[in-house]
């Protein structure tokens, strides 16, 4: 996952949406069916949701609790570290965290901008074989976005601001 903060200042996106295959431990906190999802907004996290049960790429909501799970990633010689301290601390919580950061200033100041990470190593493959798992889902979640009057009929009902920011956006 590539997450810099031009995606929230050059770009000026208001939504950020990453997906990866960080680690094992999704696979141990939401199964093989199932991707992680970790965000900042819970509006956007039930419209997450919705759209994997629409699309069939289901989802299920991990921890967001930055204040208990930032000190994971202390280090004597760098800014951060990109490992946990303890591996029994909501390790895929903590991994979507570190993408996070590299977004955010400041966890404890409320942001403008939605985050949405996505980490699905397990439902993107069964053995040695790719299941396809996540076009459906982003098509679902943002289809209310396109002009496609089947994509925009699959998509969840969005948080109020969103529906206005895309009635502006298709002006």
Not at 12 to 41: E, P, R
């Amino acid at each position: 996952a590539v997450v810099s903060t031009q995606s929230t200042g050059d770009l000026k996106a208001d939504i950020v949406l990453d997906m990866a295959t960080l680690t094992g431990a999704q696979g141990i906190s939401t199964g093989v069916h199932h991707g992680a999802l970790l965000t900042n907004n819970a509006q956007w996290e039930s419209s997450a949701l919705a759209a994997g049960l629409t699309s069939g790429d289901m989802l299920f909501p991990i921890i967001f609790a930055p204040e208990l799970h930032f000190s994971e990633f202390k280090s004597s010689m760098a800014d951060m570290k990109n490992s946990v301290a303890s591996r029994t601390n909501a390790q895929s919580s903590c991994a979507g965290l570190f993408i996070g950061s590299h977004l955010f200033q400041d966890w404890f100041t409320p942001s403008p901008i939605v985050w949405l990470h996505i980490d699905m190593a397990y439902p993107v493959h069964t053995g040695e074989r790719a299941t396809g798992w996540g076009p459906a889902l982003l098509l679902t979640l943002f289809g209310s976005f396109s002009k496609s009057a089947l994509l925009s009929s699959l998509g969840p009902v969005l948080p109020a601001s969103q529906a206005f920011k895309r009635a502006k956006h298709d002006d």
